[in-house]
């Protein structure tokens, strides 16, 4: 089991080679959520997030003999950005092991900082149970990206310099992969300020720690997809899940509507890029999952790696959660004029049609009836009430209706 002393001597070791992140409030948010809140900007770091405070640590603690070896680590893309980038750095050979399924701007990055990239399996732990393998057969050191107390220590880094930028804090939210990164920040934060909370986010889709808490111990979980692909662990780490088990308050999780509504919340009203799994922590504060009202809230951006043909897609996502785009089918008479009356009342509606198709014949619909689907740019959830209220009115058959 680690200790603070343990993260005090990671912080001494790397606090000159790591960027110290900013903890800015955001107005906006804060008056959103009702809360003071704060958001914790590890997406600037060097390699886009925090995995760098722990990586380097685990580096500067190698025997000669292992540096000379070489290293190896699995990770679904910003852990082993982080291991490439400080070992080039450190004249380390790197190998690391990434899923198919990585985004190809860490694949690319990885291969940039020089390390050697092997792509094998679908998720992390096909790409771990690969590493382990290469690890013995090369005489490789295994870099974990969360099961090492040298990682956690690293991770916990963030909660010494939560303290010093912020003392008043009442509650921090963490995302939750593996486990190291809120096992580290929980044991420093709550060191330094006993009385604060400290939450931790998984995806509904992955939620292995919170597997684990309820069987007492690490369990692997079924596979699952979630846009929160770097905290897509199916068993934590042994390490982290004593920490947890000690320190963090309460473990929740959030959905994928959420979690891209997150995405998009920062992209347009803090102007911060954020990958699925850095926004979930924002998820939870602005689904209300946990109660915080009027306090100092800390939130961790983990990161900002993520591919730009997945924002698209993440952006719409978050539209729809939001409320701003819908979708309609409606059936009208298959008669000249029809669709002119429909799409003349979306207009007199405030709506803009991004997306308009009919079909006939397929379907319950009576002959002489078409089936006419619209996609719609709204101001909002109560916009779209509004105009389903009103084409009830106006007698138009809706078949979708909520």
């Not at 070896?69 to 750095?89: D, F, K, P, W």
């Not at 995405?263 to 915080?292: D, F, R, W, Y």
């Not at 306090?295 to 983990?302: E, F, L, R, T």
């Amino acid at each position: 089991m680690i200790t603070f002393v343990d993260i005090e001597e990671a912080r001494e070791r790397i606090e000159d080679q790591v960027y110290l992140s900013p903890f800015p409030r955001s107005e906006t948010i804060s008056g959103m959520t009702g809360n003071r809140v704060f958001f914790k900007l590890e997406n600037l770091q060097l390699t886009g997030s925090f995995k760098e405070r722990g990586a380097l640590n685990r580096l500067l603690t190698l025997t000669p003999q292992e540096v000379r070896r070489g290293v190896i680590a699995a990770s679904a893309g910003n852990h082993g950005m982080a291991v490439a980038y400080h070992s080039r750095r450190l004249n380390i050979a790197a190998t690391i092991v990434m899923p198919t399924s990585a985004p190809l701007v860490r694949v690319t990055r990885v291969r940039q900082y020089g390390a050697e990239s092997v792509l094998c399996g679908g998720d992390y732990d096909s790409a771990l149970a690969e590493a382990l393998r290469m690890s013995n057969e090369r005489n490789l050191t295994f870099i974990s990206a969360f099961d090492d107390p040298w990682i956690v220590a690293g991770q916990g880094t963030i909660g010494v310099e939560l303290y010093e930028q912020n003392p008043d804090l009442d509650a921090m939210i963490v995302p939750v992969g593996g486990g190291g990164l809120v096992a580290g920040i929980a044991l420093a934060i709550k060191t330094l300020i006993p009385k604060i909370r400290v939450i931790g986010v998984q995806a509904e889709a992955v939620p292995s720690m919170k597997a684990a808490l309820e069987a007492g111990a690490p369990t692997q979980i079924p596979a699952s997809t979630t846009i929160a692909d770097g905290i897509a662990v199916r068993a934590v780490g042994a390490t982290p899940f004593e920490l947890v088990k000690n320190y963090v308050d309460e473990i929740v999780t959030v959905s994928e509507g959420e979690i891209a509504n997150a995405v998009l919340t920062l992209l347009e009203i803090e102007k911060t890029v954020a990958e699925g799994a850095a926004a979930v922590a924002l998820a939870t504060l602005l689904n209300k999952k946990v109660s915080l009202a009027g306090k100092n809230v800390g939130i961790i951006i983990s990161g900002g790696n993520i591919d730009m043909n997945l924002i698209s897609r993440i952006i719409e996502s978050g539209l729809i959660q939001d409320g701003r785009l819908g979708r309609f089918a409606i059936v009208i008479s298959d008669r000249p004029g029809s669709l002119a009356r429909l799409t003349q009342r979306i207009a007199d509606l405030g709506a803009n049609i991004l997306q308009i198709s009919q079909s006939r014949g397929f379907g319950e619909m009576a002959i002489g009836e078409t089936e006419v689907e619209l996609i719609l740019e709204t101001t909002g959830a109560e916009h779209i009430q509004r105009i389903y209220q009103t084409l009830r009115i106006d007698k138009f058959k809706i078949k979708n209706e909520p």
